[in-house]
């Protein structure tokens, strides 16, 4: 839906762009040259100039003209803004919680990973890229058609191992390595039952320490791994991922309840759409069954995660 939401609006702005150029150069001109000509031959007719209503009349655009004219700087912003700045998402699902929640609205640095077209997604400009424990939005490598936010757990060249619910980083060795990194296990503790939005029985909330930067992720204790279910690589183990060259592998905060890398594979680095920086806007949508109010319409806003740094 996005990509489409985009194709429209560089169509819009293109249309609206080039009647913007053609009345500033040429419509516009015209006009005015039509008006001196027309209070040239009053004069000459009857010795009196045109009033200053007909004279406005002459040089107004047509509605059609001066909608293109108003709206164009506009819609040329918000494109910009858009494909190149932030972008906002709507977060769908709880596979982030308690990071994010359903219903919450982030918004996506586009910048901090370079600079993509916002039609054939392109990247033109390199700026950066993402990160151990960077929260990402990108497109869903099975349907690109969809967005997915997860938080990056391996670079271009880690092993990862996700065992008995803990998780295990092995750095991709570089030149600047006198010795290459042994696997290094994310240390994760407990903080208690999760009792937050969405909690449901069994729940645990960890603070997981990966490489320097911290978040919070949950596990339900009721849920058994699904190793039988994880994508598959040539001379790894079951529950190992070898990250390929540009590519990476993402997981959900809430690692129980998360369609992510462990079942699909890798994001390809032209999936990337941007880093979540920050949360907006967040809406409740706790509504019994029996409300005569429809679900998808929100029952409160969250005004405390407004403003929150992801």
């Known amino acids: 839906m996005a990509v489409y939401f985009s194709i429209i609006l560089v169509i819009i702005t293109v249309l609206t762009g080039i009647v913007w150029f053609a009345d500033k150069f040429y419509l516009a001109p015209q006009r005015k040259l039509k008006a001196v000509n027309a209070q040239v031959m009053a004069k000459k007719q009857s010795a009196a100039e045109l009033t200053s209503e007909a004279l406005a009349t002459l040089i107004e655009p047509s509605p059609l003209v001066d909608t293109a004219v108003q709206i164009f700087p ?160 040539s001379s790894t183990a079951a529950d190992e991922f070898l990250v390929p060259a540009k590519h990476y592998f993402v997981m959900g905060d809430n690692r129980d309840n998360s369609l992510d890398g462990r079942f699909w594979g890798f994001v390809p680095e032209e999936n990337l759409v941007g880093e979540a920086v920050a949360i907006w806007m967040s809406f409740d949508f706790d509504r019994s069954e029996d409300s005569f109010l429809p679900q998808w319409l929100p029952s409160g806003v969250r005004f405390d995660r407004i403003g929150a740094i992801i």
């Open 74 to 233: 506009v819609i040329a912003f918000v494109l910009i803004l858009r494909s190149f700045i932030y972008e906002p998402f709507q977060i769908p699902s709880g596979s982030m919680m308690p990071t994010l929640l359903d219903g919450d609205f982030i918004l996506v640095n586009k910048f901090n990973y370079g600079l993509k077209d916002p039609v054939l997604r392109h990247k033109f400009l390199e700026n950066g890229l993402p990160e151990h424990g960077d929260v990402v939005v990108f497109k869903y490598p099975q349907d690109p058609r969809v967005d997915y936010i997860k938080r990056v757990i391996g670079l271009p060249g880690d092993r990862i191992i996700y065992r008995n619910k803990l998780l295990y980083i092995k750095r991709a060795c570089t030149d600047t390595d006198t010795k290459c990194p042994e696997f290094e296990q994310i240390q994760q503790d407990f903080v208690g039952k999760y009792d937050g939005p969405d909690a449901e029985f069994g729940m645990n909330q960890f603070e997981a320490k990966m490489l320097n930067k911290s978040h919070q992720v949950l596990n339900d204790s009721h849920t058994l791994p699904r190793v039988m279910h994880y994508f598959q690589q």
